[in-house]
């Protein structure tokens, strides 16, 4: 009955957020929606606990190791339409099948490290969240990719702060149904959760060092945001459970991450209130009326509220960053109008949706080559997402306990998983401080703030940015994931 | 006893304050930093409380009423150096003497409403804080005023958000040593303090009316930020007390103020931990440790060093805007870059300093008639600030009593005197909400939340605008000031 409960109460605070998606999306555009919505509006299987997400029985994979002869050189990009000039390193982008039996295949784009040697660079894996937005459309396009879109959506800018200047990076549009990842067995696409997230992209990555052996055994990093949060340990733990040899984890990062409901949920409407955006009355609302906890029961008429005043903020600013500005155009421009690395343009959503809605940028791209029924977006919103655990602070600690590098950061303007939720949700682990809370520096400014716990676990701030960091922030990120391989201390 | 623990406390809290002045001065310029650094640091004469500050007994000001005659017409600007061209209002510069005996004599810059009747339009005293900056080097010429100065420090550009759009704006350097005022009696200077700067500015405004008898019995205003919180309902205060029907007083308006040391401290506090510039563990012995009341004594080492971690966050970032980019720049530029009133410039104190410190400049603005033996600055560190009570709520309910129309508002990302604080000090006033807080907007953004409580006070947040709110948020500024000079909603 509690557990009725529990999912009555999740499910009318998201419809109030969910109300929230739909006028925003109606906004900026439905296919463009910034939104990663679904955070708190899960259909939950079973009221999921702490103790629950760490002891998945899994399957067993072996089965779906395919050969993969011949399709790493048919997956190289020669060139992107638009790209610039003097290109100096290699892409491919492709298929890898996840599941024969069903027809899922999941797509990557993968840029090697601009180096002399990128064998001596480690491999990163980065996910966005969601669940079901892009992480070829935000994290390679928008974020920390090599190239960013034009307002024209033809032609291309090379972004100096890119992640492949320090790392051979891997962008996976997971899971299927996301992006120009697909499955042929139209019930996938109604059966999504977390479960099968983590392992389709287990036999992703599996099969992908197969068709690029030189990265059996290459020091392994996986990097997500959002709903990523849980991508990112979830995908950790497969691995740890897998214990494949040619997958060397060393480390997991995550960014403005879903990691905690009851504290991720409580951090929000705190820093709603902290930064002017809601009143005393309302967050007052909140504190006295309402009850995050997973197990909660018989939420009150005020809790309800209360939400709805949240709501209205959600409605009415980018929440993904509150300082930023709309986007109010209609679309792309004839001719690409000036940019700026340092200043985002809130409507690159609709640059990045044209060029890879674009016949030769998928073909360069070796993308849709199922002539998908739907155009690339780069949110998808799943009718059911099936499985979410409310928590997923032991696989933390798992991966803690197993020595992989866990760093956790926050761009501090989010509002949808803001820093005050990333802190109260990492301060339920109950950890000793090993290196205090101090400022880190890029080009003598405060890049933002790091602490270190024991266990080797890092939290890092980033200042002035957004819920998706490096398009805000991108020097201060290329700073942060430089430093996440190295396993230093940020710049004091 | 508990007053000197008191006075020895602040005067340590404010020691860490002070070094970080030093600091942020030396890295910034002496002459431009941009420190309102006082706020902590004062000497105050006694252990103010809430009951002292608004029952001053005030001199016999009449006989400081000097002859005007003339003077008008010889103040009237022809051109300012670099100016563009086109100029639809008229500008006014100049001295008013507030104490002959003394040889005191407060600077003023005029600019009259752009408009085809300045006649019809109200007339708004500005006031910047301090104690001890510059209305002319801040407020009109970073600010609100018409023009801005370009980076060759020579030329101005127009600043199409001017608040002379809707208003004739008098910009008041203010007390005696402020930028171009001055006292030929030197001992002035070191005897500053609240009470002589309402005295003075009162004795100004009574000779300037006379001086420009046109605007006696217009609707007048005043408005200011931070320290300014002091100087607004002082002067309003006075005005009220000396019952002058030529000052036709309808409303002040005080922008990111000290209003009431303890809860401006620890909304401070909360502020940066809400923001994440400090950690968990400072803001739990900050509250713990620290009392911030006035008759605070027997402060811990504790909270010393919770107060010097504060200090850091003072020394490395500009906590007038925690998240605005630092000036680098040694100085102006030989010819103008590229300059856009939607992007402030961080160094922009250094133009102004160089364009008011050329002699053809105040030859135009007939300031430093008298050849002061200091160049001007934008701040002045008085040695002694003799008196400055601990609240000026009393005087803000004064002002509520007598129909005077109040609006508190609050720039939301200035870390010195933060939104929180002047939302934890307004509500020290026990006030019933008469309109709830809500958005207001401007191009369909979200312009900030605004707050009507009963009694004729409204507070106004300025989204993404710092402690300087016209600086960062133009547009948003004039909004503001035209809707409170008009006495209306916000535009929701």
Redesign the interface.
């Known amino acids: 009955m509690e557990g009725r409960m529990t999912r009555i109460f999740l499910c009318l605070f998201l419809c109030f957020l969910a109300g929230i998606a739909t006028n925003d999306a109606a906004r900026q555009g439905d296919a463009l929606n910034k939104l990663y919505f679904d955070v708190f509006n899960l259909k939950r299987a079973a009221p999921a606990s702490a103790a629950t997400s760490a002891s998945n029985v899994f399957s067993d994979l072996s089965s779906k190791a395919y050969p993969q002869k011949g399709l790493k050189e048919s997956d190289k990009i020669s060139k992107l339409p638009g790209q610039p000039e003097g290109i100096d390193f290699d892409q491919y982008g492709g298929y890898v099948t996840v599941d024969a039996e069903a027809g899922r295949a999941l797509f990557y784009y993968f840029t090697e490290a601009v180096s002399d040697d990128p064998s001596s660079k480690p491999l990163v894996l980065w996910l966005n969240g969601g669940p079901g937005c892009s992480s070829l459309g935000y994290g390679a396009m928008e974020e920390l990719g090599p190239f960013r879109v034009m307002s024209d959506g033809k032609t291309l800018f090379r972004n100096p702060y890119a992640w492949n200047t320090v790392a051979n990076v891997l962008f996976l549009e997971s899971p299927a149904g996301v992006g120009f990842s697909y499955s042929n067995t139209t019930s996938d696409y109604g059966e999504n959760g977390d479960s099968r997230t983590a392992e389709d992209s287990y036999v992703f990555l599996v099969n992908w060092m197969d068709r690029f052996p030189e990265y059996k055994g290459r020091d392994f990093f996986i990097a997500g945001e959002s709903y990523a949060g849980h991508y990112v340990p979830q995908l950790a733990h497969t691995i740890l459970q897998h214990n494949n040899t040619h997958i060397n984890l060393k480390g997991i990062m995550i960014g403005n991450g879903a990691i905690n409901d009851e504290t991720d949920n409580k951090g929000l409407c ?2 709603l209130w ?9 967050i007052d609302a909140i504190h006295k009326y309402c009850n995050f906890s997973p197990d909660a029961s018989n939420q009150t008429n005020q809790c309800y509220q209360a939400v709805g005043v949240v709501n ?2 959600f409605d ?2 980018d929440i993904y960053n ?2 930023a ?2 986007c ?1 155009s209609s679309g792309v421009t004839p001719s690409p109008k000036r940019y700026s690395i340092e ?1 985002f343009d809130p409507c690159s959503d609709y640059y990045v949706s044209a060029y890879l809605n674009s016949a030769q940028v998928q073909e360069a791209l070796h993308a849709n080559v199922t002539k998908l029924n739907y155009t690339w977006s780069a949110c998808r919103q799943f009718a059911q997402w099936t499985d979410s655990p409310s928590t997923v602070l032991p696989l933390i600690k798992e991966c803690m306990a197993n020595d992989v590098r866990v760093w956790v950061y ?1 761009g ?2 989010d509002g949808r998983i803001p ?2 939720s990333s ?1 109260y949700s990492l ?1 339920q682990l109950n950890l000793s ?1 090993k290196t ?2 101090q ?1 880190w520096f890029v080009n ?3 890049g ?2 790091s ?1 270190i716990y024991d266990g080797n676990l890092t939290f890092v ?1 980033v ?2 940015a957004g819920h998706e960091v490096p398009s805000y922030q991108a020097l201060r990120a290329l700073v942060l994931i430089k430093f996440f391989l190295d396993g230093k201390l940020l710049p004091a």
Do not use: C, M
């Open positions: 705190d820093y902290t930064h002017a955006l809601i009143s005393d009355e309302t209205q903020v009415t600013l509150i300082y500005p709309l109010f200043n926050s501090d303007v820093v005050t802190r301060n401080v205090k809370w400022p003598k400014e405060v933002g703030y602490i701030t200042r002035g």
